[in-house]
């Protein structure tokens, strides 16, 4: 059991490839995941993240590529071998057992003597001690969840893979946990790898996310980068909601380009710009606008002649939907701060931006 300990470092998957007869769930995935961090694969059901996970806990045998913790080839090892927990969303508690026991279960299956100072240690961590008697049906799905978290870190693993963990929760407590798994993370210092289909669980907790879809990356990076500079439509509308109106880049002025947007000039800067060629698609965030009366006079990215044809009301913001001259719609989100002016369906309004906040993809993306 020593041996296991010494099992550490970045977690690497080289050309993994996983096929299910002629499905090819995971398609030649190669990443690397830096030791201590906190990692999100995300993406819709079917994009191959689940399947990734289960590799990488020996759950699932890949049909070629290898999976290394640290210089320690993993591909082969059995699932109990490896230096690896798993925390699922359905828990997996021992019921006749009382908490105590159940975060000592490991521990107590390894040989190890002294366990109680352990225990006690980690469910002082998830602020739990004091149900340590009780059995996991007297408890909530929260501290549940807790507990199945505590149980997976007193073992110390190099690697805690997180399945949906939080997808039982109702979404207050889900979003308290999204804090708390963080904070938990960030005091054991062990490499988390979370996978969910939630974009803002995702966006929360980790410090590097992978948006997976059909088997692939399709974009790897920090939640802000993804977020205001996506590469392709499908990371741009799976992180968040996007507005998207066709253009032409008709030349540049210092660090911007200077597109064409349905005949009216913008500035789109060159370092947000990921078309290959002059055609483009221009992505603009619903948050990012502002809306003006048709007589204000206004700075920045402006386009004019537009019509309100709705209005939802969210509590902390309101959508828009503004029919613009050339018959698209684009959604616009105010937040409810008192700064918007007051405005009802039918008005007439101007749109505006600031153009850091534009960015661009490739005029036939999809």
């Known amino acids: 059991m020593a041996e296991k300990k010494k099992v550490q ?27 201590g961090s906190f990692f999100a694969l995300l993406g819709p059901s079917g994009c ?18 290898k999976i290394r913790i640290g210089e320690t080839d993993i591909t082969e090892t059995k699932a109990y071998e490896r230096p690896v927990n798993t925390v699922f969303q359905n828990y997996a508690l021992f019921p006749h057992l009382t908490i105590f026991e159940n975060v000592a279960f490991g ?12 225990v006690e240690k980690v469910l002082n961590l998830v602020e739990l001690s004091h149900l340590k008697n009780r059995k996991p049906g007297q408890l909530s799905g929260g501290q549940q969840q807790r507990i199945a978290l505590a149980r997976a870190v007193v073992n110390r693993p190099a690697l805690l893979l997180l399945d949906e963990p939080l997808g039982a929760l109702d979404l207050k407590l889900r979003r ?25 669980e995702a966006m929360t907790m980790a410090d590097t996310i992978a948006v997976m ?25 799976f992180l968040g909601q996007s507005n998207f109106i066709d253009g032409n880049v008709e030349g540049s002025d210092g ?48 386009l004019k002649g537009g019509v309100i044809t ?41 749109l505006s931006w600031e153009p850091q906040f534009t960015f661009a993809l490739d005029g036939d993306a999809k």
């Not at 996983?18 to 499905?23: I, P, T």
């Not at 521990?107 to 352990?118: H, I, P, S, T």
Request: glycine letters at 10%; hydrophobic letters at 35%.
């Open 310 to 350: 709705d209005i939802s009301f969210f509590g902390v913001s309101t959508q828009y939907l503004v029919e613009m001259p050339w018959k698209q719609e684009l959604m616009v989100f105010e937040q409810n701060d008192g700064g918007a002016p007051e405005l009802e369906k039918g008005d007439s309004v101007t």
């Open 107 to 118: 521990l107590r299956r390894r040989g190890v003597k002294d366990v109680d100072e352990a």
């Open 48 to 65: 191959g993240k689940t399947t990734t996970l289960r590799m990488i806990a020996g759950l699932e045998e890949p049909s070629s590529g």
């Open 213 to 237: 879809n059909n088997g692939k990356i399709e974009q790897m990076g920090s939640p802000s980068d993804l977020y205001e500079n996506p590469r392709t439509v499908f990371v741009a509308n």
């Open 255 to 302: 660090d911007n380009h200077i597109v064409n947007l349905q005949g009216t000039k913008i500035a789109l800067p060159k370092s947000r710009n990921n078309a290959h060629g002059s055609s483009i698609k221009l992505g603009i965030r619903p948050e990012k606008f502002r809306l003006h009366g048709v007589d204000e006079k206004v700075g920045g990215n402006v």
């Open 176 to 200: 308290q946990m999204q804090i708390e798994l963080k904070w938990i993370q960030t005091e054991v210092g062990i490499t988390f790898v979370h996978v969910t289909h939630d974009q803002e």
């Open 9 to 35: 470092g970045d977690l690497v998957l080289e050309h993994v490839t996983k096929n299910f007869g002629d499905f090819v769930a995971v398609d030649d995935l190669s990443l690397t995941i830096p030791k």
